[in-house]
């Protein structure tokens, strides 16, 4: 069973307004994914972390994401400037490496109303 | 870029009777990829059903299998026998070493007692 914790499990948002989710990785993995997850269950890749750094971002997550993984303290993900289409399920996962399997949180639910 | 197209939308078998759902991928990287199943069963995280890191292999579990085809690049979940406890949203994921991991939009089955 996977020991990656989300929180919080849902969050809501007024757009404009910033919406910050967290995610404690399981013990010893040095690589972390976000994932959004749209009501038709397609994966966006968001970003990605090799222990603090980052690995690779996409466009969007460059321009209006702020995402860190800190030592010693949870990975985060904040939207700067919540917009009606970020309402999503984000996804934590974390993994060994980039090809093996990875491990998810439950994720956390945005709704921006 | 890496991408995985897997049957879409919902499936509905009855119980006992055999399932198939295609998955199919594509890559741009020399290496041949990882592949996976996941599954989320209702009220639970993703987590991993089966995978296959070797072309040509066969991976199983649960009753489930899947073989790596890389002339064809598929690589088809099967069961032949299901039952109302598989009910649940299936995903095909592809793990390169120099990208995160790649997934399909997800298939979600119903089984029928």
């Known amino acids: 069973n996977s020991k990656v914790i989300q929180t919080p499990r849902y969050l809501v948002k007024g757009q404009g307004q910033k919406a910050k989710m967290r995610c404690i990785p399981e013990?010893?993995?040095?690589?972390v994914f976000w994932y959004q997850q749209n009501k038709n269950n397609e994966f966006k890749f968001l970003i990605n972390f090799q222990n603090q750094e980052v690995l690779q971002q996409i466009d969007m997550t460059e321009k209006r994401f702020s995402a860190e993984c800190p030592s010693n303290s949870p990975c985060s993900l904040e939207i700067q400037s919540s917009e009606a289409g970020d309402s999503a399920l984000y996804l934590c996962a974390s993994s060994l490496q980039g090809n093996t399997e990875v491990f998810f949180g439950k994720g956390t639910r945005l709704t921006v109303v | 870029g890496d991408s995985v197209t897997q049957t879409e939308g919902q499936v509905t078998v009855s119980e006992s009777k055999s399932l198939i759902i295609n998955c199919t991928y594509s890559t741009t990287s020399i290496a041949y990829p990882n592949l996976f199943w996941y599954v989320r069963y209702p009220g639970e995280g993703l987590q991993l059903l089966l995978k296959?890191?070797?072309?040509?292999q066969k991976g199983s579990s649960r009753g489930f299998e899947a073989t790596y085809n890389k002339e064809t690049t598929s690589f088809h979940l099967q069961k032949a026998s299901v039952q109302e406890s598989d009910s649940a949203v299936y995903y095909c994921a592809l793990g390169n070493h120099n990208n995160a991991p790649r997934f399909g939009a997800g298939t979600k089955l119903t089984v029928k007692p």
């Open positions: 296959v890191i070797t072309a040509g």
């Open positions: 013990k010893g993995h040095p690589v």
